[in-house]
T-cell receptor, first 112, second 118 residues
Framework: QKEVEQNSGPLSVPEGAIASLNCTYS??????FFWYRQYSGKSPELIMS????GDKEDGRFTAQLNKASQYVSLLIRDSQPSDSATYLC????????????FGAGTRLTVKP | GAVVSQHPSRVICKSGTSVKIECRSL??????MFWYRQFPKQSLMLMAT?????????EQGVEKDKFLINHASLTLSTLTVTSAHPEDSSFYIC??????????????FGPGTRLLVL
């Protein structure tokens, strides 16, 4: 089992819709959770970090964490074509010196 | 937000030459930096973890004698690809971990270096 799993997609949504990206992780003692966005040919950029169960909102983005079920999700409201990118889920745990483990990423396409 | 720079952004070299890539954290100190490689349409692959003042830790399958890492200060890590070959052509990305309490181990990425070995 991979440490961090994501649906590779592609996920396609129409402009203005809500895009829902999901991520599961295998290590129960994982502590910190991150979502990165990577445009084609560019390096990843941090969108959200979340550390506690529940929802965290930042503009059009909402991260949701459920440690009991070991999943973290990212919702993008009012999706725009400029949101089209690959979204990487990342998790850190204390046992491996806080090294960050990445999912393979979900490719999102927002169609005008 | 935290800024990480990488230099050069793009390099083309002949087979057999060595290439050095610099990664700098501009507004925070990073005791730990990471080097990744990404081939087209593939996910990030961690190559090594660079710790300031100590030897780097390499992932399985990554040759430490080919990919030399130096982390001499809290803001600078370098990756040298020695005797580069065409199969080393890739997108190399560094990240720096901000260990300050408010940022809780967040990694910030540099813009990447695209290496093409002819």
């Amino acid at each position: 089992q991979k440490e961090v799993e994501q649906n590779s997609g592609p996920l396609s949504v129409p402009e203005g819709a809500i895009a829902s990206l999901n991520c599961t992780y295998s290590d129960r003692v994982s502590q910190s959770f991150f979502w990165y966005r990577q445009y084609s040919g560019k390096s990843p950029e941090l969108i959200m970090s979340i550390y506690s169960n529940g929802d965290k909102e930042d503009g059009r983005f909402t991260a949701q964490l459920n440690k009991a079920s070991q999943y973290v999700s990212l919702l993008i409201r009012d999706s725009q074509p400029s949101d089209s990118a690959t979204y990487l889920c990342a998790v850190t745990t204390t046992y491996n010196n806080n090294d960050m483990r990445f999912g393979a990423g979900t490719r999102l396409t927002v169609k005008p | 937000g935290a800024v990480v720079s990488q230099h050069p952004s793009r390099v083309i070299c002949k087979s057999g030459t060595s290439v050095k890539i610099e990664c700098r954290s501009l507004d925070f100190q990073a005791t730990t930096m990471f080097w990744y490689r990404q081939f087209p349409k593939q996910s990030l692959m961690l190559m090594a973890t660079s710790n300031e003042g100590s030897k780097a830790t390499y992932e399985q399958g990554v040759e430490k004698d080919k990919f030399l890492i130096n982390h001499a200060s809290l803001t600078l890590s370098t990756l040298t690809v020695t005797s580069a070959h065409p199969e080393d052509s890739s997108f190399y990305i560094c990240s720096a971990r901000d260990s300050s309490g408010s940022r809780r181990e967040t990694q910030y990425f540099g813009p990447g270096t695209r290496l093409l070995v002819l």
